[in-house]
């Protein structure tokens, strides 16, 4: 493991702090009697001894991390099981696990008490190298995705990429679909840099510098616009055909990968309204391409994502709010119907995806 410097993220709530640590159970057994831990159980059963010697008898809110416990109905269970354990304005939250982990807690630290101060532990390369950062929560409710959420940043971040060994390879390519975001949206040399690496990114120390640069990346945008009201809006680059994605394979792509392919929907869309260059279309489309190739014959419900896009919450009067690749390669948010051309345009790309 290299010697990272710790990052600070300015915010509403003042200055919060990332750090890069080798092994994450020591620190967690020197919290408190004063912490509740919500802790991903598929993680606790990973690191059951572990975990065992270092929370102990310590209050414990365990979650089983899917999108369908990531709803709305769902908060009151764990209200309920939170006031059990006594929570209270100067108890904390420490959150272990990935992004539904993590939304969870930030949801409940950001409404509880109108605020408790919260931890997270991030346990996926998607968390660490990407949601970890931001404030955002994000809850699904009903059929819909991400459609509540609030702006709570955790008081700290603790990065271990130790947690990464026993990831699933599809959990990896999740986290790096978000890392070929952040540097793409930076500037084309840092994505080149990382294009130029993907063969050797599954080596752990190349990943972890990339996960670091990333954090890096995201922090120029989420400091000047905390609360998505402008120029952070281009971190949801390929999240609208994402999110549809996601939806109409019942999350049977995990998020990242479906970024992935809604970045390269994004490209593409961009490249045949005449609006990206041919040599980044090209250069981005085989590093995408590589990081979703397990995925190109997924079964995408045509309906459903059509259903799911026209409800993406950046629509606006109607039109689809696509971030793309728009005039001199800049990525903004553009407004568009939702008409017979642009879904024309998604089947043909699926067509093409399963050729």
Known sequence: MANYSEIQIKSYRGTYSVHFIENPFELIKNYDENTIFVLDEKVESLYFEEFKNSIGDRSVLRITASEDNKNFKKMEGYIDQLLVF??????????????ITQDITCFLASTLFRGVFWEFFPTTLLAQADSCIGSKSSINYGNVKNLLGTFCPPNKVHVSVSFLRTLEQKEIQSGIGEMIKVHFLNDYMTFKSLADEFERISNWDVLEKFLYDSLLYKKKFIEVDEFDRGIRNVMNYGHTFGHAIESATNFGVPHGIAVTIGMDMANRFSYQKGWLEKELFESSKECLEQNYRDFKNVD?????????????????????????PYKNNKIEKVLFENNAEFKDFCNNFFEGLDA
């Open 300 to 324: 995408i419900n045509r309906d459903t994502f059509f259903s799911a896009i026209s409800k993406d919450k950046k629509n606006v009067d109607g039109k689809l709010a696509l971030i793309i």
């Open 86 to 99: 006594g929570i209270r304005r100067d108890k904390k939250l420490v959150a272990i696990g990935g992004g």
